[in-house]
């Protein structure tokens, strides 16, 4: 740790004893990060956030969920123990889980099974239970900005400066689709006059660490008061872009014989999210048998945040490509139809007989 003293230095002024250069492991990522076991033996994951105005937030967000997790018992609800923070300086030091997985990785491998797609469901179920006026740290009460109408009539010139070919597509798709941003305006009322539960807000499959077949929840930067159906509909969208996902027909067994069109891509999605679906409903399965009250628009809501959940994912993709391939555009056309009639497709997404 010669690189960053300071880290070694705040590790020993908490009693967590210092990392050795040799014995540390680093993840690429928005965070800097260490993980390695220290001079006293403990296991530790060390994240700092970028020095930006929110990282306290973000700090400050983490505890909140750590007192979170503790106080529903770490039964059906576990995560990393925060063993240490630093508001000042945007340091968080969590328990490290011996050989763990990432959801992302495991679902990449065919290895995400019902019974941990199940384990997911029960956990959020107690999270959305807790009684937030019961937490020792209170939570922020302010809503996530996703989704962000402003965006959907103008960009900050920095971003558009900034955008790959891409970008400048898929935001030409999204500005030219008033059916599109009615649908989102719609989700933002819905939203709005939702229960608020203490709620992840940031649920993707790789917040998720598996070992030894046993689930854990992770980085709660994101926690606060919200709309549960954030997080359900997260989950189901992330198993529809799964299902969507990569079908440009390059490097699959069965590719298409010859560049694929709009309706092959399509078909071949939903025969996907046939395949995933059972992913979605034993989620579903084990929400409803830990969550105390949910209201009845919830699966609704969730169907439309699972389609809004398929734009956010093309908006962090094509920052990464050169062109906005047949794939893409296909998980934004499904993503547009779950957001325009989401009561039509709740029991399709696996959430319930849409009753």
Not at 15 to 40: C, F, H, K, M, P
Not at 201 to 229: I, K, N, S
Not at 334 to 347: C, F, K, M, N, Q
């Amino acid at each position: 740790m010669g690189e960053v003293p300071e880290i070694n230095a705040f590790l020993n002024s908490k009693g967590l004893g210092e990392l050795a250069d040799d014995q540390i492991t680093t993840y690429v990522g928005r965070n800097d990060n260490w993980t390695g076991r220290t001079s006293n033996g403990t296991a530790v994951f060390v994240k700092r956030l970028p020095a930006l105005e929110e990282a306290a937030e973000r700090v400050r967000r983490s505890v909140a969920f750590d007192s979170a997790v503790h106080a529903a018992g770490q039964g059906e609800l576990r995560a990393p123990r925060l063993l240490a923070h630093d508001v000042t300086r945007n340091i968080l030091v969590f328990e490290l889980l011996d050989e763990a997985t990432t959801g992302a990785d495991l679902a990449a491998d065919e290895q995400f099974h019902d019974e941990l797609a199940r384990q997911a469901g029960r956990a959020l179920g107690v999270l959305h239970s807790i009684p937030a006026a019961e937490l020792p740290v209170p939570l922020e009460t302010g809503r996530p900005i996703f989704p962000d109408l402003f965006l959907l009539d103008a960009l900050p010139l920095p971003f558009y400066l900034s955008f790959t070919f891409a970008e400048v597509s898929l935001w030409n798709i999204i500005h030219g689709d008033r059916g599109l941003t009615e649908a989102l305006g719609r989700l933002r009322d819905m939203d709005q006059r939702a229960p608020r539960r203490p709620t992840h807000c940031d649920l993707r499959l790789d917040q998720f660490l598996v070992t030894d077949d046993v689930l854990y929840l992770t980085d709660g930067e994101e926690f606060r008061l919200a709309d549960p159906a954030r997080d359900v509909g997260a989950f189901a969208g992330e198993w529809l872009h799964q299902a969507v996902a990569g079908l440009s027909g390059k490097g699959e067994d069965d590719a298409f014989a010859g560049p694929p069109t709009h309706e092959e891509i399509v078909s071949r999605g939903a025969a996907n999210l046939d395949r995933l679906r059972p992913r979605i409903a034993a989620f579903w399965d084990g929400y409803t048998t830990t969550c105390a009250d949910i209201d009845d628009e919830l699966p609704v809501r969730a169907t439309a945040f699972a389609g809004c959940h398929l734009f956010d994912r093309a908006v962090v993709t094509s920052g990464k490509s050169a062109r906005l391939h047949a794939g893409l555009r296909a998980a934004m056309g499904i993503g547009r139809t779950a957001l325009s009639d989401p009561e039509r497709y709740v029991t399709a997404l696996g959430l319930g007989d849409g009753s």
